[in-house]
């Protein structure tokens, strides 16, 4: 079992960006540490890489190829980590979001987009993305937002 050390009930909110498919395969022993510190009521709000989308199959094979990766990398399986923490939590919200500018502007590091060409097309990425995200479904999109209230 994990422990934080941090007293159970502490916190109102917890936020993690893009932390939990970086310790696979303990997911479920971290949301289990998230769920004892924060206060009943309170907040776990999340944004990670998901799985079952194309991005995701692209992901898969970009990390087999690009040993930057570690092999404790994953994308998270979002509605199995729901139904594993139902009794946990209450689902507020999930939206699907990330796209080209995603990919190409937020994450030109993994790509290797040297800085002086990421400016070349940056702008226009950058106001494409939220027409792009109101088309995004599932099997599009880069990443899940997702809200989970304590029980």
Avoid at 17 to 22: A, D, I, N, P
Avoid at 80 to 103: C, M, P, T, Y
Avoid at 118 to 140: R, V, W
Wanted: one cysteine or more; charged letters at 20%; a positive charge.
């Amino acid at each position: 079992m994990l422990d934080s050390g941090l007293p159970a009930g502490a916190f109102d909110c917890v936020v993690v960006v893009g932390g939990l498919h970086h310790i696979h395969p303990n997911v479920k022993q971290a949301v289990t540490e998230l769920h004892r510190v924060l206060k009943p009521g309170g907040y776990l709000c999340f944004m990670e890489p998901h799985s079952g989308s194309l991005p995701d199959l692209v992901r898969r094979v970009w990390y087999r190829c690009d040993r930057f990766f570690s092999d404790n990398e994953a994308s998270i399986d979002i509605e199995r980590l729901q139904r594993d923490f139902q009794s946990h939590f209450a689902l507020k919200r999930a939206q699907h979001l990330g796209n080209v500018a995603f990919l190409l502007v937020l994450n030109s590091l993994i790509f290797r987009i040297p800085p002086r060409v990421k400016k070349l097309f940056a702008p226009a990425l950058m106001k494409l993305e939220p027409l792009i995200n109101k088309l995004q479904t599932k099997l599009t999109s880069c990443f899940v937002v997702a809200q989970w209230q304590r029980k």
